[in-house]
């Protein structure tokens, strides 16, 4: 069977018991991703950097493609927890990237007033595989990525897209 989508476990994490992402129901879009490890997201605090939480897995998918990552409806009302990027791109060439193989993280912020537990398995957000289209007489770029977030300012010119 050829492979159009889908995760993968990320290098370091073979042996860490990774569940890959589903969907709970015949009509879910989204796939729902879980922690890789316990961690804490500490209450929020002006000027403080949001945590970062391994999911332990990457996503491959067609060239027109790319993974968005959305909150869970349940985070911000039952646990304070918000995306702190809002939402979530993981573009086609992220993945397998040579700064961190394209293992994903979600960026998170806890917006109550004590930490927040989060223990490996529970689900932290949800994935969506979505299509994108390209404007007329778009320039190519010859740039290939360099790392995770912030990265796409950071390409490295190597013609080898």
Do not use: W
Not at 25 to 32: E, F, I
Not at 57 to 81: Q, T
Not at 93 to 116: A, M, T
């Amino acid at each position: 069977m050829e492979r159009v989508r889908g995760f993968e476990v990320a290098k370091g994490f073979e042996q860490a018991g990774i569940n890959m992402p589903v969907r709970k129901t015949k009509y879910s879009a989204g796939y729902d991703v879980e922690a890789a490890e316990d961690c804490v997201v500490p209450a929020f605090k002006a000027g403080q950097a949001p945590t970062l939480v391994k999911t332990g897995i990457k996503a491959y998918m067609p060239e027109d493609e790319y993974l968005m990552l959305c909150n869970r409806s349940s985070n911000p009302k039952k646990k304070g927890l918000i995306l702190a990027n809002s939402v979530g791109v993981i573009d086609k060439d992220y993945f397998n990237n040579n700064s961190n193989e394209g293992h994903i993280f979600i960026c998170l912020q806890n917006e109550g007033d004590k930490p927040f537990i989060i223990n490996k398995g529970d689900k932290i957000c949800q994935g969506i595989f979505v299509k994108y289209l390209k404007v007329d007489d778009e320039d190519v770029i010859l740039n290939k990525r360099c790392g995770g977030i912030g990265s796409t300012s950071k390409e490295e010119n190597n013609g080898d897209n």
